[in-house]
């Protein structure tokens, strides 16, 4: 069984960027597609983001493609999700997760996941 924690998050303005982290532990890292979803207040959550055990595919929900780069370093048992050209309806609760399988943009696939890091982007 892996434990993610996430880190990265923060206040910004619209048009910066934020790096936001996954640390995983008690699994080899290797073995688990990844993925980041977000809730927004308000919102159901939604996904973001999912890149595959060996980092070789990764896919983008529309709203942020060509502003978010996700990524992974198994060496440090680590995923990232970098974002760029950040907007306020980028504000949300940003969680990773991890499934044992290939990546899935379905958030029900995945059985492991982190608390959760606050991005708050203002205008």
């Known amino acids: 069984q892996v434990h993610l924690v996430e880190s990265g998050g923060g206040l910004v303005q619209a048009g910066g960027s934020l790096r936001l982290s996954c640390t995983a532990s008690?699994?080899?890292?290797?073995?688990?597609?990844m993925g980041w979803f977000r809730q927004a207040p308000g919102k159901e959550r939604e996904y973001v983001a999912t890149?595959?055990?060996?980092?070789?595919?990764?896919y983008y929900a529309d709203s942020v493609k060509g502003r978010f780069t996700i990524s992974r370093d198994n060496a440090k048992n680590t995923g990232y999700l970098q974002m760029n050209s950040l907007k306020p309806e980028d504000t949300a609760v940003y969680y990773c997760?991890?499934?044992?399988?290939?990546?899935?943009?379905?958030?029900?696939?995945?059985?492991?996941w982190g608390q959760g890091t606050q991005v708050t982007v203002s205008s």
């Open positions: 008690g699994g080899t890292f290797s073995n688990y597609a």
């Open positions: 997760a991890a499934r044992a399988d290939r990546s899935s943009v379905n958030q029900d696939d995945y059985p492991y």
């Open positions: 890149i595959s055990r060996l980092g070789r595919t990764t």
